[in-house]
């Protein structure tokens, strides 16, 4: 599913090598917390896997595609199978709930009617429902980042990448957030999850990856976050 | 491209277009400024060479015959010139005809003319030759001078070659003049939109993640840039029509003969076509430029 083979990344402007060659296997239908300390390289892996960055050398492969040789017209077409949720939310704000999420799927051409079915749907999923119409601004944290969640699922992306989604939340919102993406994963959509929630991590037994100055420390099936907060 | 896609084009270009008012306004201002300048080069250049066209259609040869000639003589004459290549038309004024011009002309003072009458007509017969190409005027006047019977031949085409080439000059200046100021409006005109789009790029970024292609966030933003640039374009057209109607009316009361405009209405339809096209290609490319830096995420 998503294959990463001697991968290393060396940024152009600093010559700072971020990650260095590291090898892991992710299956359809797996949720892993990505783990370690600020730098490490938690978020360049993130990069890679939305292809804001290539590798400088090694193979990443997604659903069969290597994508470090695709090419500038194909990235949409990967971005498609993947649903992004950042930190930030970023929601725009002067477009409801309901549009917010609709956008997404104007994006890649969807019809009104699949529109009309699709998003209602997809807002239940999320619990927000009877704030279709609101604005992001009359929305708790945790609203806005289930909005951010329903945008990206609305388009039935293969897999689900959280760069820090809980970040920003007290730590109840945050575990229902997480509660909330379990739950997605149960319907088969793959989730990998950069955080540095301890008590999330190590309340949810997941596969946990721990990245320390660009390699890959641990590997773990059932593993918990392991850094003192 | 998909049919919703061009729906949801359409609505977002004309939603932008208003919400960024005050942009969109300063970008319509820019438009109407280098195109007024740039209508004001097509018009002049259009009418120079209109005016040498009509100063050039002008143009004639005239040759005075020998007053000894015999009316045969007069008749062969006619025909040689009729016959000689690149001639196009040949009339004859006689002394007599001549003579009734000048008293039509002195109107009032007519009388002054008439000790000229009959044998003591001061004047030659004479013919006026026109030419099929000017510029090869110079061997037909050879030609004529030529012939037997002819006293005198008279030709302005000097004067008209040196307005033609001064003509196509200034319409060369005037094009390279259009094309740096089509250079310098797309330049302003990206530059007014980049702001535009900068105050949206959250939205490209995040349109760009969940998968847009390039040319799905590009078009909104083009079709904003072609419609400021045809409302540019239509209130610059309405300025310079008004414009060019009272300046030729205040030509025409001022009584230039030589000068003579186009008419406003076969200018309008080379105005509209020209003023729309820059418009459209302005706002088009200015677009293209002011969004392509911010595709790269």
Same mark, same amino acid.
């Given at each position: 599913m998503i294959i990463f083979s001697n991968v290393s990344k060396v940024y152009d402007d600093n010559g700072a090598k971020a990650l260095n060659n590291i090898s892991f296997y992710i299956e359809r239908g797996e949720f892993v917390f990505i783990v370690g300390p600020s730098g490490a390289g938690k978020s360049t892996l993130i990069k890679l896997l939305m292809h804001e960055e290539t590798a400088t050398s090694g193979d990443v492969i997604i659903n069969n595609v290597n994508v470090s040789a695709l090419k500038q017209k194909d990235i949409p077409y990967l971005r498609r199978n993947m649903g992004v949720v950042f930190q930030d939310f970023r929601l725009l704000p002067k477009k409801t709930v309901y549009e917010n999420v609709s956008f997404a799927m104007e994006i890649i051409g969807a019809s009104r009617r699949e529109i009309?079915?699709?998003?209602?749907?997809?807002?239940?999923?999320?619990? &927000?429902?009877?704030?279709?119409?609101?604005?992001?601004?009359? &929305?708790?944290?945790?609203?806005?980042?289930?909005?951010?969640?329903?945008?990206? &699922?609305?388009?039935?992306?293969?897999?689900?990448? #959280?760069d820090e989604p809980t970040g920003n939340l007290n730590p109840k919102t945050a575990?229902?957030?997480?509660? &909330?993406?379990?739950?997605?994963?149960?319907?088969?959509?793959?989730?990998?999850? #950069?955080?540095?929630?301890?008590?999330?991590?190590?309340?949810?037994?997941?596969?946990?990856?721990?990245?320390?100055?660009?390699?890959? #420390?641990?590997?773990? #099936?059932?593993?918990?976050?392991?850094?003192?907060n | 491209m998909k049919i919703n896609s061009v729906k949801y084009f359409a609505k977002e270009a004309t939603k932008n277009v208003f919400s960024n008012g005050w942009m969109s306004l300063a970008s319509v201002f820019t438009v109407v400024a280098s195109l007024l300048v740039f209508g004001l080069f097509l018009i002049l250049t259009m009418n120079l060479n209109y005016m040498v066209t009509q100063i050039a259609s002008d143009y004639e040869i005239t040759l005075t015959v020998d007053e000894n000639q015999t009316t045969e003589q007069i008749t062969e004459l006619e025909n040689s010139l009729k016959n000689l290549p690149n001639v196009s038309e040949v009339i004859f004024e006689s002394r007599e005809e001549r003579l009734n011009l000048l008293r039509q002309q002195f109107g009032d003072n007519a009388s002054l003319l008439d000790r000229y009458q009959n044998e003591k007509n001061p004047l030659r017969h004479w013919f006026k030759v026109t030419c099929e190409d000017l510029t090869k005027s110079d061997q037909t006047v050879a030609d004529i001078k030529s012939l037997s019977g002819v006293v005198r031949?008279?030709?302005?085409?000097?004067?008209i070659r040196k307005l033609t080439s001064a003509s196509s000059y200034i319409s060369q200046i005037s094009i390279w003049i259009m094309v740096a100021l089509g250079i310098i409006s797309i330049f302003i005109i990206s530059n007014t939109i980049k702001l535009a789009v900068f105050s949206r790029r959250k939205e490209i970024n995040i349109m760009k993640y969940v998968g =847009?292609?390039? @040319?799905?966030?590009? @078009?909104?933003?083009?079709?904003?840039?072609?419609?400021?640039?045809?409302?540019? =374009?239509?209130? %610059?057209?309405?300025?310079?029509?008004?414009?060019?109607?009272?300046?030729?009316?205040?030509?025409? %009361?001022?009584?230039i003969g030589f000068v003579k405009f186009i008419l406003l209405r076969n200018l309008i339809p080379w105005l509209l076509l020209a003023l729309l096209g820059m418009g459209i290609g302005l706002g088009a490319i200015g677009s293209f430029i002011a969004v392509r830096k911010h595709l790269k995420v």
């Open positions: 009309r079915r699709q998003v209602p749907n997809v807002l239940s999923m999320v619990g &927000l429902s009877h704030k279709a119409k609101s604005y992001p601004s009359q &929305l708790s944290g945790g609203e806005q980042q289930r909005v951010a969640l329903a945008r990206a &699922l609305v388009n039935n992306p293969a897999f689900l990448i #959280a575990m229902e957030i997480v509660e &909330l993406l379990n739950e997605i994963n149960k319907r088969g959509t793959t989730i990998i999850m #950069a955080t540095h929630a301890k008590d999330i991590v190590d309340h949810m037994k997941k596969r946990v990856i721990a990245i320390e100055d660009g390699e890959i #420390a641990r590997d773990e #099936a059932r593993g918990v976050y392991g850094y003192e | 031949v008279i030709s302005n085409g000097e004067t =847009a292609t390039d @040319w799905f966030i590009r @078009w909104p933003f083009i079709i904003e840039g072609i419609i400021i640039g045809v409302i540019g =374009a239509v209130f %610059s057209l309405l300025l310079i029509v008004l414009g060019y109607k009272g300046l030729t009316t205040m030509f025409f %009361s001022l009584n």
